[in-house]
């Protein structure tokens, strides 16, 4: 790894540390609205798999020390084994997806980065409302009432916007020779 990637992979582990502090509580769920779920696509759908996860990687790891990375602030170990704890560990998962699936056609259309974004937030909305589930005591319908449904709408924007984003950014990368594409 060269230290344009670092740099790189860096930015966008910020970004998601910003876009965590954009949170709106609600009352009916544990789980607050954030842009965290945007800055995980726009990370993975730009850098791709290796660089994208390891963002987030770098995301999760920042905020386990105990910097206020994670959403309203918070921070620690804790933050990871607590209720909104699956939607952390989620953020890597799905950056490798959305990655994986970004690099699979190079340079990826639109169609396909907006693909590959859904199919990201689906796994960070699964492992999410599976630690919501369990650590909550939930059943499975309650977490997904409480920590998937209401944030269908808002994500369903994030990825139409984003992909438009992460697309047009990605390709002037590759065009540029400012990404090496794996």
């Given at each position: 790894?060269?230290t344009k990637e670092?740099?790189?992979a860096?930015m966008f582990a910020?970004?998601?540390a910003?876009f965590?502090?954009?949170?709106?509580?609600l009352?009916?769920?544990?789980?607050p609205?954030?842009?965290?779920?945007?800055?995980?696509?726009?990370?993975?759908?730009?850098l791709?798999?290796?660089?994208?996860?390891?963002?987030?990687?770098?995301?999760?790891?920042?905020?386990?020390?105990?910097?206020?990375?994670?959403?309203?602030?918070?921070?620690?170990?804790?933050?990871i084994?607590?209720p909104?704890?699956?939607?952390?560990i989620?953020?890597?998962?799905?950056?490798?997806?959305?990655?994986?699936?970004?690099?699979?056609?190079?340079?990826?259309?639109?169609?396909?980065t907006?693909?590959?974004?859904?199919a990201g937030?689906?796994?960070?909305?699964f492992?999410?409302m599976?630690?919501?589930s369990?650590v909550?005591?939930?059943?499975?319908?309650a977490?997904?009432?409480?920590?998937?449904?209401p944030?269908v709408?808002?994500?369903?924007?994030?990825?139409?916007?984003?992909?438009?984003v992460?697309?047009s950014?990605?390709?002037?990368?590759?065009?540029?020779?400012?990404?090496?594409?794996?």
């Amino acid at each position: 790894m060269n230290t344009k990637e670092m740099i790189a992979a860096a930015m966008f582990a910020a970004l998601t540390a910003i876009f965590a502090q954009i949170s709106i509580p609600l009352p009916f769920s544990p789980v607050p609205i954030t842009l965290q779920v945007l800055a995980v696509c726009l990370a993975a759908a730009i850098l791709g798999s290796k660089l994208g996860t390891l963002s987030q990687l770098l995301y999760v790891a920042i905020g386990a020390i105990g910097l206020p990375v994670f959403a309203a602030g918070t921070s620690g170990i804790q933050a990871i084994i607590g209720p909104r704890g699956g939607y952390i560990i989620g953020f890597v998962l799905g950056a490798f997806v959305i990655g994986k699936i970004v690099e699979r056609k190079s340079p990826p259309t639109l169609p396909v980065t907006m693909a590959a974004m859904l199919a990201g937030v689906i796994v960070i909305y699964f492992a999410g409302m599976l630690q919501l589930s369990v650590v909550t005591g939930m059943d499975l319908k309650a977490a997904f009432l409480a920590g998937v449904a209401p944030f269908v709408g808002m994500d369903v924007i994030k990825i139409a916007l984003g992909s438009y984003v992460a697309y047009s950014v990605r390709n002037v990368l590759i065009r540029q020779n400012l990404l090496t594409v794996r």
